[in-house]
């Protein structure tokens, strides 16, 4: 599955059992109904875990960091987990220095955050 919004694009795939969103292009302001949306979809199939790879991210603004803390807020609240999985350097410094790893696992592959998350259903 793949969403589609002002030079975003979200593609949906299930690995070992978990739902990995890999957001592409520009991760802003203009995007964020698109990946809330996708973000929902999975909350709302009652999967347990999600992993976010921003590996092909381009641009990631601050504004970003207060809706990752609104989704870690709320699947936290129903015992579920969100994980970051290969930052570009210039994203993981960002993210880093608003101390999301305190918040939110960080992991250098998608495969390490796969090994580090429960399973969906």
């Known amino acids: 599955m793949v969403h589609s919004s002002r030079g975003l694009q979200i593609r949906r795939r299930t690995m070992s059992r978990r739902v990995v969103l ?46 990752l803390m609104m989704v870690r807020r709320k699947w936290h ?19 880093r220095l608003a101390e999301i790893p305190r918040l939110i696992r960080v992991h250098p592959s998608v495969e390490a955050a796969l090994r580090c998350t429960p399973p969906a259903g």
Not at 79 to 91: K, M, W
């Open 22 to 67: 890999t957001v592409s292009g520009r991760f802003s302001f203009k995007g964020r109904r698109a990946i809330l949306d996708a973000i929902e979809q999975v909350y709302a199939g009652g999967c347990r875990s999600i992993v976010l790879d921003l590996s092909e991210v381009s641009y990631f603004d601050n504004s970003m960091l207060g809706m």
């Open 77 to 95: 609240g129903a015992g579920r987990h969100v994980v970051l999985a290969e930052l570009p350097e210039n994203i993981r410094l960002i993210v």
